[in-house]
Structure formats: structure tokens, C-alpha cells
Nanobody, 114 residues
Framework: QVQLVESGGGLVQAGGSLRLSCVVSGSIGSANAMGWYRQAPGKQREPVATTTSSGTTNYADSVKGRFTLSRDNAKNMVYLQMNSLKPEDTAVYYC????????WGQGTQVTVSS
């Protein structure tokens, strides 16, 4: 049973930083893709940052230059460094890994106050 567990969310003031972590119970080195989505209240889940097995990383336009996705294959960890946070970044953030089938974590709440 594959499990993804996120951590690192919380309440932060605008302009602050948070680092989200996701531990995966599987070898992320063999994954097709992985990354982070988010879902704000009343909105659909949207991609934030994704990376593929070819090494290509894509960011949502709204987070480019502020968020950085990274991974540690040896530890099966995926990270999202979030800087210069804005109130509109408030959402539940979900980690995912794609091994033909997509697996999701349970989500971690990020709240940015103005």
C-alpha cells in the first residue's frame, strides 16, 4: 500500500516562508512524475509544481520565482519551498506521485494572513 504523508503546513504572515515535505512509501526514483497540487476553498484542485522523470519541472505562473520543488530520491522525499507567500496561496496542499497510477497524500493546510 503506497502512502504519501505531507507535513510543514501552518499559519504564516504574508511575505513569510514555509517548506512542505512529503515522505513517500515507495521509490520515487522510478516515478513518472511527482509534485504538488493545491485546493483553495470553493475552487478546483490545481497544479502548483510538478517534475517528471526526464527532469523537467513546471510551475504554475502564480508561483514562479517564489516556490521551488525539490526531491531526495535516497530518502523518498519531495519538498516544496514556498517564499514570499501571499494570502492567495492559502489552500490545502497535496503531494502526489505518478507510477502509472496517481497516488495522493492527505494534504496539509497552508494559511497566509495579510
Amino acid at each position: 500500500q503506497v502512502q504519501l504523508v505531507e507535513s510543514g503546513g501552518g499559519l504564516v504572515q504574508a511575505g513569510g516562508s514555509l517548506r512542505l515535505s512529503c515522505v513517500v512509501s515507495g521509490s520515487i526514483g522510478s516515478a513518472n512524475a511527482m509534485g504538488w497540487y493545491r485546493q483553495a476553498p470553493g475552487k478546483q484542485r490545481e497544479p502548483v509544481a510538478t517534475t517528471t522523470s526526464s527532469g523537467t519541472t513546471n510551475y504554475a505562473d502564480s508561483v514562479k520565482g517564489r516556490f521551488t520543488l525539490s526531491r531526495d530520491n535516497a530518502k523518498n522525499m519531495v519538498y516544496l519551498q514556498m517564499n514570499s507567500l501571499k494570502p492567495e496561496d492559502t489552500a490545502v496542499y497535496y503531494c502526489y506521485v505518478h507510477w502509472g497510477v496517481v497516488y495522493w497524500g492527505q494534504g496539509t493546510q497552508v494559511t497566509v494572513s495579510s
